[in-house]
């Protein structure tokens, strides 16, 4: 894929999302399948290193009710300050995966996250777009 498919204006940061989702496939053709969360998660970083791209990993973010912190969200990834990426080991996408990065998108005024799941077989990933933002 060549950078001109990715400048279209209708997707939300293709040329990063194409870099981090590439991440990942490098993080899983390295380890391969049926490893924990967390050792995706450190290889994760490690490759978002690599590709010289600034990022935090498990941020806390404050959750507000009327101004008063009422808890905290840990993000495993904010890429850029722009997108955020959630890492799952699972074969599916499930409803409570895809709200949970909703509420991580409103809490933090951001428009896209990806989530990814490292499978049995392969990696896949998923966009996620807060459309109130």
Do not use: W
Not at 21 to 36: K, T, W
């Amino acid at each position: 894929m060549t950078s001109e498919n990715l400048n279209r204006r209708d997707i939300l940061y293709p040329e990063l999302s194409y870099e981090i989702v590439g991440c990942a496939f490098d993080v899983f053709n390295e380890l391969g399948p049926g490893f924990h969360e967390k050792y995706y998660q450190r290889a994760l970083a490690e490759a978002l290193k690599n590709k010289k791209l600034r990022f935090s990993e498990q941020t806390g973010q404050p959750l507000k009710y009327k101004g008063a912190v009422i808890g905290r969200q840990y993000l495993d990834f904010l890429v850029e300050d722009k997108i955020i990426v959630e890492i799952k080991k699972s074969n599916n996408f499930s409803r409570r995966n895809i709200e949970q990065v909703l509420g991580y998108l409103k809490t933090n005024n951001l428009r896209l996250a990806i989530l990814i799941n490292f499978t049995n077989t392969n990696v896949v990933s998923k966009r996620i777009i807060n459309i109130n933002s």
